[in-house]
């Protein structure tokens, strides 16, 4: 049975379509992305994710939430009253234009083409932050009582280095319930660990061959299979090495280099399954070369041996899988070779099954069998909320009162705000069949989706807040 009349909240969304579309497009005008090298007092992500900050706060005291910034990393827009907080997580910070030559619009400007809005950020996480406030609003309106009050909590850097919400939390309570709308709905209860790691290697004395890999140029961006490499090798024997390279896309003669690209199919890290890895073909062309250079041979074993036509970690023997989370994932992001040095960064995640330590031990160890430096760049544990959960039981019933449909519960690779927090899940915004292309170039979201969205928030909130 739903707390307010579904018609209600459904004409209340209608009237607001123009208002929503509007806020959202403030947002996405404002091109959030880090840049330490700008940042001020309050600004230490930089003025354009200050910017974004400033938006929202203003759009959320315009609907008489009560708004607090804490030095610029995270902010909270409340409403209610009691002792006890329902939390709603989201950011503000997005991704660069990775490919910006594939964008059919302005990625700052919000477009809408055929029932979707369009622009950098849209979806992740501009757009279901502002669902959360509209329903907010909604029940706000509707002089709902409410009995705990409901924080939106803000981040400005989700997609970076997570220190705004480690800032946030040392100056704030946990609230006793959470949800971060940055995902899908159902329910993400779980969400695999994630270790991002880089080797970097120098000290190989190269011995000239007949074939000589000189240089590797890849893409340098993060969260992403590899699915360009510009590789540069000197050869004495020119028509040999071009008919022993049989992956290559292209292959272009320059006096004495031969340059070639390899090209793959794009997929976030977390999905390395469903990408195609540029490197792969490169480690596979390097098998055929058996007179190849020192540096070259060092970096085909090092390939071959751990990384290979592998996306789960076989090679590396650290393979696991269960039936909650599903199984361990090893991405190759990319991997440059120049000024003689090889670096190589790569992407581990993996289910509650398995033993972070066992796991960088494994990875500890072949750095020190190959004399190779670690660096851990990036480290999430393991989050999980049990379906028995006061929490997931609310919104399993928010859902169902709206769509008629049981919320299944199911695990991802990526990372939320949900993490931070210990009863905390990702729900929406959106359904199986959207195509959101997060991260990527035509970001959208789709406006039904939208719409449905607040409905279920409505719902939520009403539950965790009101009753």
Not at 280 to 306: M, P, S, T, V
Not at 383 to 392: A, G, K, N, T
């Amino acid at each position: 049975m739903t707390i307010l009349d579904r018609s209600y909240i459904q004409e209340q969304i209608k009237n607001e379509k123009d208002n929503l579309i509007r806020d959202i497009a403030s947002l996405v005008e404002i091109p959030s992305i880090r840049h330490v090298e700008n940042k001020y007092e309050n600004a230490p992500f930089g003025k354009d994710i200050r910017d974004a900050f400033d938006m929202f706060i203003k759009i959320a005291t315009r609907e008489g939430l009560l708004c607090e910034d804490f030095e610029g990393f995270a902010l909270h827009a409340e409403y209610g009253k009691g002792d006890e907080i329902i939390g709603i997580l989201g950011h503000l910070d997005i991704v660069p234009i990775f490919e910006d030559d594939q964008w059919n619009t302005d990625p700052f400007k919000l477009v809408e083409i055929d029932g979707h809005l369009y622009g950098r950020g849209v979806n992740d996480d501009k757009a279901p932050l502002i669902a959360a406030l509209y329903a907010l609003k909604i029940l706000k309106e509707a002089n709902v009582e409410f009995k705990r009050r409901v924080r939106l909590i803000i981040g400005g850097a989700e997609e970076t280095t997570w220190e705004c919400m480690e800032h946030y939390f040392s100056n704030n309570p946990q609230p006793i319930y959470s949800f971060s709308p940055d995902g899908d709905f159902p329910i993400v209860n779980g969400e695999k660990g994630i270790i991002n790691y880089t080797y970097t290697y120098s000290a190989i004395t190269d011995v000239d061959s007949m074939h000589n890999l000189i240089e590797i140029e890849t893409k340098d961006e993060d969260g992403f299979v590899c699915d360009y490499a510009k590789v540069t090798f000197k050869s004495s024997n020119i028509d040999k090495l071009k008919e022993l390279l049989k992956e290559a896309e292209s292959i272009v003669i320059d006096e004495e280099k031969v340059i070639v690209i390899y090209t793959g199919l794009r997929a976030l890290s977390r999905n390395p399954h469903r990408g195609i890895n540029a490197l792969f073909k490169l480690g596979k062309d390097l098998n055929h070369l058996i007179e190849l250079n020192a540096k070259g041979q060092y970096l085909r074993r090092l390939l071959n041996q751990y990384f290979l036509d592998d996306v789960k970690g076989e090679k590396v023997n650290l393979y696991d899988e269960d039936e909650v989370m599903g199984f361990t994932t090893l991405c190759l992001k990319n991997v440059n070779f120049r000024n003689e040095e090889i670096v190589i960064h790569f992407d581990f995640r993996y289910p509650k099954s398995s033993n972070k330590n066992h796991i960088k031990h494994t990875f500890e160890k072949i750095a020190e069998d190959n004399q190779i430096q670690l660096t851990i760049t990036k480290e999430l544990d393991v989050h999980y909320v049990s379906p028995e959960s006061v929490l997931i039981k609310n919104l399993q019933m928010a859902y169902k009162n709206v769509t008629g449909e049981d919320a299944e519960l199911f695990s991802k690779g990526g990372a939320s705000y949900a993490r931070t927090l210990k009863e905390g899940v990702v729900f929406g915004p959106t359904f199986i069949g959207d195509t959101p292309n997060t991260h990527k170039a035509n970001e959208n979201i789709k406006l039904q989706t939208l719409f449905k969205a607040i409905e279920i928030y409505c719902e939520a909130i009403y539950l965790l807040a009101c009753k």
